[in-house]
Structure formats: C-alpha cells, structure tokens
C-alpha cells in the first residue's frame, strides 16, 4: 500500500482514475487475415478502452464538455439511447461522476450489455415496440418524453453532438497517424452515427493527408442512400439518418451483409486468434474483398469492440442459424472460399450495392 504521505516524493505511474486509461488503444498488425503480404494492415483496437469499446471516447467527451460549459451540474440526469456500447460507456462516466444516467434501449439490445449497464448503475428503459417501424425513431421519442418529465435531465445526443467525432478526431486517428507517421493509404470505419468516422476524415484533411476513407456500412441501412431492411447485427448502420451523419461523404461506401460480419469475426479468430464484434467482422470483410486493389498500400480498420459481447450471437452456431439462417457448415464454406462480398451475395441472392460515391478501383 502506498503511504498518501510519502506520495508527493514517490514516482508512481498510475492513472488518475478509470477515464484517464480511455485512448492509448493498441494497432496491431494484422499479417495473416487477408494471406496477402503485399498489403499492409492495420487494426485499431478500441476495445482496450475501460468501457470495452470506441464509445468511451465520445462518452467522456461529451458529459466533460458539459460539464466545462454549465450544461449538466452534479445533479443532473443523464439520459440517451442506445444499443449497448454507448450506454455502456455513459454509466461508466456517469459512475465516475456520481450522475443519474437513464439508458433507452429496444428489445434488441443484447443482455450481457443491458447487465453491464445496470451494473454500472444505469436505470434502463426498454422500448418494445417500433415507431414507424423503426426502434430508433421508438428510443428517441422515449427520450424526448423522459426528458419532458424529469427535471435538470440532459440528452447528450450521440447523434448529433459535434463532441462525437471531436472526440475521435483528436484522439482515435491522431493515434493511429502517429504511430504510421502519417503513412497511411486507406482507412476502413464502420458507420451507424458516424461519429467515428467523421472525426477520423476530418483530422486528415485538415493534415492533407491523401488517405482514401472508406466507409462500411449494413446492407439495410438508410445511410448514405440506402435503402431500409431488416439489421440484426448491432453498431452497423442505422434506420433513420442521424444529424452527425446529414450531407456527409466518403471516398466510398460498401455495405456489408450479415454473413460477411459473421464471417469477419470467425475468420479473425482461426487467423489471428482474437475474438472481435459484429461491425468489426463486416469492416476486415470489405479489407479482404478489396485486397486485389491494395497491393502496396498501408491499411488500418478501427476495430469498435470485442467479441466477448457476441458469444451468444455472432459466435454461436445455433443463433447464427436461428436468427440469420445460415448453417454452421455454410459459414464455414464461406471461410475456406476465396468469396468476395459480392460473390458471396450473389451466391445467395442478395442485390449488391456498389459504393454510392466514388468506385475505389479509380484510385
């Protein structure tokens, strides 16, 4: 045990508090995903946050930036929706700092998050039924009612609060440019509020750096012109277009099925020996369809979370086929073929989408 009265002559390295370990995430280098030494890749792995995934940099962000300018006070209730990661890192932070935090979730939210969350000593409040058939419209009413009926209640809108990206801006993809030294070619994030990548684009440009950002986004997803469809794998796409998402471009789009992020996240297991969630797989997916265009390039994928939160979906056979209809075997065709996306859409007569922007192979 450390004597407080020696510690001001001690040289003790140690973070003050839980929040000061969020950010400093490894990149590790991926050499066996794609089997193709040619490309270099690179993943950003958020999951070694505290909270377990990307999402706790924007949660701090957001409820410190309140903080800074009068929004919230030590009696304030925070309240947001979420499908888990979020709200996971909200009552973290709202933990830390002694604040109520209400999370909003639907039914689809996965148990193990919800536990998390009330373990934190979050309050949830499950909506059950779609809005205009979409849970998310659902959630947000809810929220707008809680706020309405709870005094000195915040939202702090994930969807639209510029301290979303912000966060990544002047975190997540400072680090991984850094640690390229500004040498990298192609950035491949996941898409839902995206906040990610908007704050990754953002810190490029501003850089001139040349890299071509590629978004990943679900297959029934309205972003980006999509068209709305059924998702069932959580933190990829969204039903309706959130504020931070309005009006924004990439150098791509490719959309990405359920079997290809049950596929990524199976694959990264029997090659690298690292278990990765739902988004991820979709995200290294689209990496090794592209792979014969990025001989010589240096690649990074933000990796969101772990897989840990998945062993009950994505990583189970039995819900795999329950829920996506997909056999154990026909997964497992599909990791021993040379399947690209589209192939393997087609394979099952799925419509192919190719990037709504600019096609890759141009560059």
């Given amino acids: 045990m450390i004597d407080n009265r020696k510690s001001t002559v001690l040289k003790v390295q140690a973070q003050e508090g839980v ?32 909270g377990g995934s990307a999402k706790d940099r924007p949660s701090r962000a957001m409820i410190e930036e309140a903080f800074n300018t009068g929004e919230i006070n030590s009696n304030t209730t925070i309240i947001e929706s979420s499908s888990g990661n979020m709200g996971i890192g909200l009552a973290q932070v709202c933990r830390y700092y002694g604040l109520p935090f209400i999370c909003v979730v ?19 409040e499950m909506v059950t039924e779609p809005l205009e058939g979409d849970f998310l419209k659902a959630r947000l009413a809810k929220v707008k009612s809680l ?3 709870i005094p000195e209640s915040f939202w702090p809108n994930q969807y639209g609060n510029r301290h979303n990206p912000g966060a990544h801006e002047n975190g997540t993809i400072k680090e991984i440019d850094e640690a390229l030294d500004g040498q990298l070619d192609y950035l491949f994030v996941a898409t839902s509020s995206t906040g990610t990548i908007r704050g990754c684009r953002d810190y490029l440009r501003k850089r001139g750096r040349k890299t071509k950002i590629v978004a990943v986004d679900a297959m029934g997803s309205v972003l980006f012109g999509g068209t709305a469809g059924e998702r069932r794998i959580p933190g990829l796409g969204a039903g309706n277009v959130p504020e931070l998402a309005e009006g924004q471009q990439f150098d791509a789009v490719r959309r990405v099925s359920e079997l290809d992020c049950v596929s990524g996240c199976w694959r990264m297991v029997q090659k690298e020996a690292m278990l990765v969630g739902g988004s991820a797989g979709g995200v290294l997916e689209t990496v090794r369809a592209m792979k014969h265009e ?69 560059f």
């Avoid at 990025?294 to 979370?305: E, G, P, T, Y």
């Avoid at 795999?320 to 040379?338: F, P």
């Fill in 294 to 362: 990025l001989h010589d390039k240096i690649c990074a994928v933000i990796l969101h979370d772990s897989g840990t939160r998945y062993l009950n979906t994505i990583f189970s056979p039995e819900w795999v086929k329950s829920q996506l209809g997909y056999t154990e075997s026909e997964v497992q065709q599909r990791l021993e073929s040379n399947l690209c996306i589209d192939c393997g859409l087609r394979d099952r007569g799925f419509a192919f989408h190719p990037p709504q922007y600019s096609d890759l192979s141009q």
């Fill in 19 to 50: 929040l000061e370990t969020i950010g400093s995430t490894p990149l590790i280098r991926l050499r066996r995903y794609l089997g193709s030494p040619d490309v270099a890749l690179f993943a950003k792995m958020e999951c070694y946050n505290p």
């Fill in 106 to 124: 639907d039914v689809r939210a996965q148990p193990q998050n919800i536990a998390i969350m009330k373990a934190l000593g979050a309050e949830i």
């Fill in 147 to 149: 706020l309405e009926t």
